[in-house]
């Protein structure tokens, strides 16, 4: 705190003034990240569910995997009927509900984030290059562009996986390649809207070769918009697995998979709800904290929402 003293009618007085800390970016950056509720539970929430998914076996108070045909059907431990045994009941085969959904915690999270991560580098290659260079080459991923967008995609996700094999990986694989277009779009009119701009200019003039360009100036503009999409796309990676698994072509019994539990759930849903109703919720648990997480990721690193 420093004084300084005015004279009005010979009577001195005296102000505080207040020392200005400037902040460095980091601490802006740490500092917004505080403030911002949203991105703090959705990035708590995954950090849980991804230590769930590692630590399975610690956790699981069953082997996911044994069947006890006398010990069926039980409901929850809120239900009438149930026990503190099996907290979560068990299923039609008589195995821990509550194992085998965090087992499925692991193929959830491996397939939304794997997917996600599969399509972003295919749509976000495929965009800046026809964001940047245009013409031709701008043309000919329109056109590849457009014949994705005009193919069905579940049907053609359900027809791959059911030629090649229903597996983790190949489920990863096959919805990543069909779920770029967002990125796609997105960067490609980001890209050129970036390239008019006077720092690219800049780096031309100064001998900057194309690639770093791409690498340097454009690519670190777009990571914002692709945070958001990222964060869509996990989301519908871990529906159309969900999907895939409802309608028997996904993650194969007896792996423990929140879609596949839903698909076994639903014969009984009507006299036993809970089995379709619980990893219904960890599915809505697990895609609205992604988009909490990316939103929030966005807020707190894009220019203009910056303090």
Same mark, same amino acid.
């Given at each position: 705190?420093? +004084?300084?003293?005015?004279?009005?009618?010979? @009577?001195?007085?005296?102000?505080?003034?207040?020392?200005? @800390?400037?902040?460095?970016?980091?601490?802006?950056?740490?500092?917004?990240? =505080?403030?911002? =509720?949203?991105?703090?539970?959705?990035?708590?929430v995954?950090?849980?569910?991804?230590? !769930?998914?590692?630590?399975?076996?610690?956790?699981?108070?069953?082997?996911?995997y044994?069947?006890?045909?006398s010990?069926?059907?039980?409901?929850?431990?809120?239900?009438? *009927?149930?026990?503190?045994?099996?907290?979560?009941?068990? %299923?039609?085969?008589?195995? %821990?509900?509550?194992?085998?959904?965090?087992?499925?915690?692991?193929?959830?999270?491996?397939?939304?984030?794997?997917?996600?991560?599969? *399509?972003?580098?295919?749509?976000?290659?495929?965009?800046?290059?026809?964001?940047?260079?245009?013409?031709?080459?701008?043309?000919?991923?329109?056109?590849?562009?457009?014949?994705?967008?005009?193919?069905?995609?579940?049907?053609?996700?359900?027809?791959?996986?059911?030629?090649?094999?229903?597996?983790?990986?190949?489920?990863?694989?096959?919805?990543? !390649?069909?779920?770029?277009?967002?990125?796609?779009?997105?960067?490609? +009119?980001?890209?050129m809207?970036?390239?008019?701009?006077?720092?690219?200019?800049?780096? =031309?003039?100064?001998?900057? +070769?194309?690639?770093?360009?791409?690498?340097?100036?454009?690519?670190p503009?777009?990571?914002?918009?692709?945070?958001?999409?990222? @964060?869509?796309?996990?989301?519908?990676?871990?529906?159309?697995e969900?999907?895939?698994?409802?309608l028997?072509?996904?993650?194969?019994?007896?792996?423990?998979?929140? *879609?596949?539990?839903?698909?076994?759930? =639903?014969?009984?849903?009507?006299?036993?709800?809970?089995?379709?109703?619980?990893?219904?919720?960890?599915?809505?648990?697990?895609?609205?904290?992604?988009n909490?997480?990316? %939103?929030?990721?966005? %807020?707190? @690193?894009?220019?203009?929402n910056?303090?």
């Open positions: 705190m420093s +004084s300084t003293e005015l004279p009005i009618s010979g @009577t001195p007085l005296t102000l505080e003034t207040e020392t200005v @800390t400037e902040l460095t970016p980091r601490q802006l950056l740490i500092r917004r990240i =505080k403030g911002h =509720k949203g991105l703090i539970i959705g990035f708590t995954i950090i849980g569910l991804i230590i !769930v998914g590692i630590f399975a076996p610690m956790f699981a108070p069953h082997d996911p044994e069947q006890i045909l010990k069926r059907l039980i409901p929850p431990v809120w239900s009438p *009927g149930g026990t503190t045994e099996y907290l979560l009941g068990t %299923d039609h085969l008589g195995r %821990d509900y509550l194992s085998r959904l965090i087992y499925g915690t692991r193929i959830s999270l491996m397939i939304g984030y794997g997917a996600a991560t599969v *399509g972003l580098f295919i749509g976000v290659s495929m965009g800046i290059c026809a964001g940047y260079f245009g013409g031709r080459v701008d043309q000919l991923i329109s056109y590849i562009l457009t014949c994705q967008l005009s193919l069905p995609g579940l049907l053609l996700t359900m027809t791959l996986v059911f030629f090649i094999g229903p597996s983790v990986y190949v489920v990863i694989g096959v919805i990543g !390649v069909l779920h770029w277009t967002y990125y796609l779009v997105v960067s490609r +009119s980001a890209a809207q970036i390239r008019q701009m006077d720092y690219i200019a800049a780096a =031309k003039s100064i001998g900057c +070769s194309k690639f770093h360009i791409i690498r340097k100036e454009i690519l503009n777009l990571m914002s918009q692709i945070i958001v999409i990222f @964060t869509l796309e996990v989301g519908f990676a871990i529906l159309a969900s999907a895939l698994s409802f028997g072509i996904g993650i194969q019994a007896p792996t423990p998979s929140w *879609g596949l539990m839903i698909a076994e759930g =639903k014969v009984a849903m009507f006299f036993q709800p809970w089995l379709v109703i619980i990893p219904g919720a960890a599915l809505f648990v697990l895609v609205l904290a992604t909490l997480m990316g %939103d929030g990721i966005r %807020d707190v @690193t894009a220019p203009e910056r303090n």
